[in-house]
């Protein structure tokens, strides 16, 4: 970091460093929840929060390995590791391309993204004889409710017989930094052995918001629960005061009831390159190292032959105005979004309904959820989310076969619900 970067606002251009200090003064003195508290324009993404879903899978071999495992223990072990190389593309993969975090977009009311990753051929380095493919993934991403934010997802891999689907809010709160609370949760599903995990998601706060060089650390932990008795805890510390490499974390895997008993371990930077050792770290052996490697983008088509409702045809002028830095136009742009929502709401209101959801449907409970939560404590916050939302398919089908624009613009196909 540069002399002049380490000052109040350094790593924010000169003509914006007043606004900068501001939103500073603004966010320590605010009362409750900041995702309610209007951004500067300059700092804002270029893309919605509705399209972080599509994070989870954008390595769709790792994404779908554990389905090709036979051993559960194995597949626990593949799954800590694709949750692993996720973390990169969840929190950090706008710093890489923008050169800090950005405040990203906040989707309105039955927001959209759909996309697919497309079939992928891997070739082992060891035997590159035993090629194999991944078939296509699939992605579904909807904003199922607006206050408060909440975004569900669901990715499936049809081949594989492999479906992750979840939800999550933020609740945004300010003491000495920006942190996060995180809401929600995801659920994987491998048909092939009826097995399901249940994975939590991070806490997080800002680190380098004085200097205008915003970046996101990991708190705390998470879990990975396997309906097989495997479950994964990740610790993730951070650079710390005295010493340490940014965004660090240790891992281990054991039986449930034999947490002492490490079957294996983990350690690394989660935006970075991480070992797994079998056994603990300090007696046991390396098994594998990984090493970040480049994405496979997702696949969706061109924003004019979408639907009103996806993200990347909504947002498209507000994103072209972003990046020609033309803050007046794009207040006017996001502000459109904004009033054509507040007045469907007020509409809404007046006839006394409720905004119908794509593809996604509110429960009251969840079973599945509840067993594998057991071991580690976790609960549900239903009231927090708006409700427990899972992925329905026939529902789906049924509600936006009837409406022209949606079959028009092809969704249940890009789906992969057709």
């Known amino acids: 970091m540069s002399s002049?970067?380490?000052?109040?606002?350094?790593?924010v251009s000169a003509a914006n460093r007043g606004s900068w200090s501001s939103f500073l003064r603004s966010i320590a003195s605010f009362n409750g929840d900041l995702a309610s508290l209007t951004a500067p324009p300059f700092i804002l993404g270029t893309i919605s929060l509705s399209e972080f879903s599509g994070y989870w899978a954008e390595h769709p071999d790792i994404f779908v390995a554990p389905a090709r495992a036979s051993n559960p223990e194995e597949r626990a072990k593949l799954v800590l590791k694709w949750f692993l190389t996720t973390l990169k593309q969840q929190y950090c993969s706008r710093s890489d391309i923008e050169g800090n975090e950005k405040k990203p977009l906040n989707p309105f009311l039955g927001e959209l993204h759909i996309g697919q990753w497309p079939n992928v051929v891997v070739e082992p380095t060891k035997d590159p004889a035993?090629?194999?493919?991944?078939?296509?993934?699939?992605?579904?991403?909807?904003?199922?409710?607006?206050?408060?934010?909440?975004?569900?997802y669901c990715i499936r891999n049809e081949k594989y017989g492999i479906t992750l689907q979840g939800y999550n809010a933020?609740?945004?709160?300010?003491?000495?930094?920006?942190?996060?609370?995180?809401?929600g949760h995801a659920l994987l599903r491998l048909d092939k052995f009826n097995e399901d995990y249940l994975i939590t998601i991070p806490a997080l706060h800002i680190e380098g918001l004085i200097y205008g060089t915003p970046f996101v650390e990991l708190n705390d932990k998470t879990y990975i629960v396997s309906s097989t008795g495997y479950i994964s805890k990740i610790d993730y510390s951070g650079k710390g005061w005295i010493g340490g490499k940014k965004n660090s974390f240790t891992a281990?895997?054991?039986?449930?009831?034999?947490?002492?008993?490490?079957?294996?371990?983990?350690?690394g930077q989660w935006s970075n390159s991480f070992t797994i050792h079998k056994g603990g770290k300090k007696?046991?052996?390396v098994d594998e190292s990984f090493v970040p490697k480049p994405t496979i983008s997702l696949q969706h088509s061109s924003p004019e032959n979408l639907s009103?409702?996806?993200?990347?045809?909504?947002?498209?002028?507000?994103?072209?105005?972003?990046?020609?830095?033309?803050m007046d136009t794009t207040n006017y742009e996001k502000s459109l979004i904004e009033n054509e929502q507040r007045e469907m709401r007020k509409q809404e209101a007046a006839k006394g309904v409720e905004w119908q959801r794509w593809f996604f449907v509110k429960k009251q409970n969840d079973p599945l959820f509840d067993k594998l939560a057991k071991p580690i404590g976790e609960r549900i916050e239903a009231d927090k989310t708006g409700g427990i939302w899972r992925f329905d398919a026939g529902h789906a089908k049924q509600y936006i076969s009837q409406i022209p624009e949606m079959q028009k613009a092809h969704v249940l196909e890009r789906a992969g619900l057709m």
């Open 283 to 285: 007696s046991g052996t």
């Open 308 to 326: 009103v409702w996806e993200a990347k045809r909504r947002w498209a002028p507000v994103v072209k105005a972003i990046q020609n830095k033309d």
């Open 130 to 152: 035993t090629h194999w493919e991944t078939g296509v993934t699939t992605l579904v991403s909807e904003q199922v409710s607006h206050h408060p934010p909440v975004t569900a």
């Open 252 to 267: 281990t895997l054991y039986q449930e009831g034999k947490e002492k008993d490490t079957l294996y371990s983990v350690e």
């Open 170 to 183: 933020q609740k945004a709160s300010f003491s000495r930094t920006i942190h996060v609370k995180q809401i």
């Open 4 to 11: 002049s970067s380490k000052e109040e606002g350094g790593g």
